[in-house]
């Protein structure tokens, strides 16, 4: 790392333009097209927007597409430099003293993320590898919906996002916050019986995958992953996006059911959440 290297924000008015460097070799870069996307229309929600930062090494971001969206714990990342060489020293700049969830890193760029890993000593709470599955808008429009007497899809209200949040087994100091954006910016549904018990539901995250994708326990092998899935897929192609979700790839139930309803594992996405070496309160 050179002693000039700095991360630089990227103000948002130039978000479009780094945004439409991902449409090379569509639907390649797709993720980070989207992800640029989902920051652009929350920033018009929400001009001041606390603890989000969109940043680039040097502001080198027109020559290679590289970026570190750093909202609140979460951090994204890409870049379109091959090898990766700006992302790890873009890397090795982040405040490591906080912990943070490490979103979405593609197979290709997983070893620049390694590499600052084992260089700096920095360590994981956890770390999951994942399946991406994708499968195009046109597909996604085509799902047909049988609903069991009693039940009804809805979009999710902020409410419902605190009650994922406390049932999401990656649920963390900033989670709460994370979940109640989702409900009230993002596409979403849930499926409801008679008393108004949600009983499934997906969010649409910032990547643009569908998910958290989740079927209370007490409802488990009735079928309602596959509704849901089908709901929330068909929300995301009337908004014009390809649908994809990541799976745990020890999640056997979620491969085959994302299989059998036409999904591509077209790649591997990789998830970390890094130790904190001091306290932070994510209090609003």
């Known amino acids: 790392m050179s002693v000039t290297d700095v991360l630089e924000q990227i103000p948002c008015e130039d978000w479009p333009e780094l945004r439409d460097l991902f449409r090379v070799d569509w639907p390649k870069h797709e993720v980070a097209f989207n992800t640029i996307q989902n920051y652009i229309n929350w920033i018009k929600i929400d001009p001041r927007i606390k603890h989000l930062q969109v940043v680039s090494l040097n502001g080198s971001w027109r020559q ?3 970026y570190l969206i750093v909202d609140r714990n979460q951090v ?5 430099e091959e090898p990766c060489d700006t992302l790890v020293r873009a ?3 982040l405040d490591w003293d906080y912990s943070y969830v490490i979103c979405s890193i593609r197979d290709s760029h ?3 993320l390694i590499n600052v890993q084992t260089s700096m000593q920095i360590e994981t709470v956890w770390y999951k590898e994942a ?5 195009p808008k046109e597909e996604c429009l085509k799902f047909e919906i049988d609903l069991p007497e009693g039940l009804r899809l809805e979009k999710l209200g ?4 605190l009650y994922a949040n406390r049932i999401w087994p990656q649920r963390n100091e900033a989670s709460e916050y994370f979940f ?3 409900a009230a910016w993002n596409a979403s549904v849930g499926l409801f019986n008679e008393s108004d018990e949600l009983l499934a539901w997906s969010f649409h995250w910032p990547t643009g995958a569908i998910g958290p994708l989740e079927v209370h326990p007490d409802h488990y092998r009735k079928g309602y992953g596959t509704i849901i899935t089908k709901a929330i897929a068909k929300e995301v192609a009337k908004l014009g996006f390809n649908c994809y979700g990541t799976v745990w790839k020890t999640n056997a139930a979620s491969i085959g059911m994302f299989t059998k309803l036409g999904f591509k594992s077209t790649d591997y996405h990789h998830y970390t959440k890094s130790k904190a070496w001091k ?3 994510w209090a609003d």
């Open 64 to 66: 290679n597409g590289t």
């Open 91 to 93: 890397f090795q700049l």
């Open 110 to 112: 997983q070893p620049a």
């Open 180 to 182: 109640k954006r989702l």
């Open 131 to 135: 399946f991406f599955f994708h499968l």
């Open 279 to 281: 306290l932070c309160e």
């Open 158 to 161: 902020i409410e419902h996002g």
């Open 76 to 80: 994204f990342a890409y870049t379109l």
